[in-house]
Structure formats: C-alpha cells, structure tokens
C-alpha cells in the first residue's frame, strides 16, 4: 500500500498570513492526490487536487505543489481568514480508486 | 451535487452487541469506502466496494465486514462491538474508473459517532 506523512499536526497563524502544510508519500506508482478540508462537526470536502502530470494548481487563495522525484507535495493558503480554521487532510492514491490519509493538520487562524 | 447519507449520526452500543451501519448515496457512483477517523490517525480505509457484491479489504479490515447489494448502499457491519471500535465511521463513493489505477475524487458522508461502552 501506500504509506503518507503530513506535518506539522497544528498551526497557528494569524489572519492574513501565509500557511503551508506538507505532506510526503511512499508509493512512486501514486497518481493523484486531493486535499480535504473538514470543520468541526463536519463531513470531509475536496478543496483542491492534483494528478502527477501537473506540477502546480491554484483556486485562488489556494494551490498546491507536487514534486514527484521527491515525492512530496504541499497545501498553500494565502491571505488566511477565521473561516479557514478547521483540520487539512492530503491524500495519495494507490491501487485501483483508493486513497491513503495524512494524520491531518488543524489550523487556527487568529483574527 | 452528490449526495452520501448515512444512517445515524451518534450511536452507542455495549460491547459483543452487532452493529450495521449504513450509507447510501444517489449519484449511481460504483465506488463505495468506509473509513474510521480517528484524532492524531487521519482516515483509515477498512473496506472498498467497487461494484456490487464486490468487495476489498482495506488497511483495518479486522473486526468489521461489508456488504453491498444494491449498488447504492454499502453497509458496514461489527460483528462483536468492542470498546476499541468506537470512532468516527465516514463513508464515501467515487464514480467509475476508467483506467487500472486511476483514482477519482471521493464524496464523503456526515459520519457516524459511535459509541461503545
């Protein structure tokens, strides 16, 4: 299977900063991989992906970052607001349609 | 917009008791995953489904099963609740994939909290 690492496991910023979350995986073979954003009490939503033929993808305040010969990819937020607060999972794909989990990321964005 | 429901939002159960839970969603996706959440862990995959009556082991499979006889609904099933299975449970789907080891955004369901004392 795949096995991915996310770091760091909390951030604290303030509003308007910059945050960045990074996560690395082992699987050469992985293809795709989304960003999940979940608040508190709820369900997990796609806020953004990339698949391995793409290096970069912006959303407006946010993109992501992949670097397949290293085998990580990052999660940027510009511009943080309060709303941003809540946990960031990445995921990297294996085998056929199934996704491996980070530990997750809470972030806190102080007004 | 697709749309994954799942049958309870908080659940408590005593130990050795069968438990079902269940998800359904409406956008005839093929793809249907049960995960458990848990804090500092992320999600952890226990069962894949990506056809009906087709089913796959995920990385915690022990002490759970499935079953999916209508392709909209996937149901997870704890034999003998124990203690160390109280969790979050999320379950998801993905549409049909059209190449071997390719991977599609998965849509995730409100999660049920379950309890078991």
């Known amino acids: 299977g795949e096995n991915v690492e996310q770091h760091p496991s909390t951030l604290s910023v303030q509003e308007g900063d910059s945050a960045v979350i990074k996560c690395t995986y082992s699987?050469?073979?992985?293809?795709?991989f989304p960003w999940y954003k979940q608040e508190l009490g709820k369900r997990p939503q796609l806020i953004i992906d990339i698949r391995s033929n793409v290096g970069e993808k912006k959303d407006q305040r946010i993109a992501v970052t992949l670097n397949k010969t290293a085998k990580h990819f990052s999660l940027h937020i510009t511009e943080t607001q309060p709303e941003d607060s809540a946990v960031y999972f990445c995921?990297?794909?294996w085998g056929y349609g199934k996704l491996t989990f980070g530990q997750g990321t809470i972030l806190t964005v102080h007004p | 917009d697709v749309k994954v429901t799942q049958s309870s939002r908080y659940l408590v159960k005593r130990t050795g008791e069968k438990v079902f839970l269940e998800c359904v969603q409406d956008?005839?996706?093929?793809?249907m995953f049960w995960y458990r959440q848990d804090p500092g862990l992320g999600l952890r995959l226990i069962y894949f489904?990506?056809?009906?009556?087709?089913?796959e082991k995920g990385d915690i499979p022990e002490g759970y099963s499935v079953s999916r006889e209508k392709k909209e609904r996937f149901s997870l099933i704890l034999e003998s609740a124990s203690t160390n299975q109280t969790s979050m449970y999320l379950c998801?789907?993905?549409?049909?994939?059209?190449?071997?080891?390719?991977?599609?955004?998965?849509?995730f369901g409100p999660g049920t909290r379950l309890t078991v004392l």
């Open positions: 489904s990506y056809d009906v009556k087709m089913k």
């Open positions: 699987d050469s073979a992985s293809n795709y």
């Open positions: 998801a789907s993905s549409p049909e994939l059209m190449l071997a080891g390719d991977t599609d955004t998965q849509y």
């Open positions: 995921a990297a794909s």
């Open positions: 956008m005839d996706h093929e793809n």
